[in-house]
């Protein structure tokens, strides 16, 4: 995980240089201290589909009825990429409370895709593969 940055927003910046198992806790490990209510799990790119969400290929593509945003896909606005060079932004204000933002995140060669999802806290990890 890149550099401590944080947007015009608030929201918190993170790039990924790595989507190895080990820098994918790390990245999980920093963003839980720093308040952020996150697991981030290291798939690989045929397991995507477990959570139910839309996969999200960096740069992001139009998703049906306008872009993520607070009202619309919120869970992809809370995990959101932004410049298409593997950087993202997570907005610890979205998540809804009780609950934690489930990332997986993998990497199909060429770029990094992401499914995201809100979960009660203490939901036990999904099964990517099942």
């Known amino acids: 995980m890149g550099g401590d940055q944080t947007a015009p927003d608030g929201a ?9 198992a ?14 952020v209510r996150i697991e981030l799990v290291a798939a690989t790119h045929d397991c ?8 999200l290929p960096t740069p992001p593509h139009p998703e049906p009825g306008g872009p993520p945003s607070r009202g619309n896909l919120p869970a992809l606005y809370a995990f959101q990429s932004l410049t ?18 489930w990332v997986a995140i993998a ?3 060429t770029t990094l895709l992401t499914v995201s999802d809100f979960r009660p806290l203490g939901s036990p990890q999904p099964n990517f593969c099942a």
């Open 107 to 109: 990497d199909n060669g």
């Open 22 to 35: 080990k820098d994918v806790a790390r990245a999980e490990a920093d963003l839980q201290r720093r308040g």
């Open 12 to 20: 918190l910046l993170i790039t990924f240089n790595s989507t190895s």
């Open 48 to 55: 995507l589909g477990v959570l139910g969400a839309a996969l």
């Open 84 to 101: 298409g060079d593997d950087t993202f932004a997570v907005r610890p204000d979205v998540i809804p409370a009780g609950h934690a933002l």
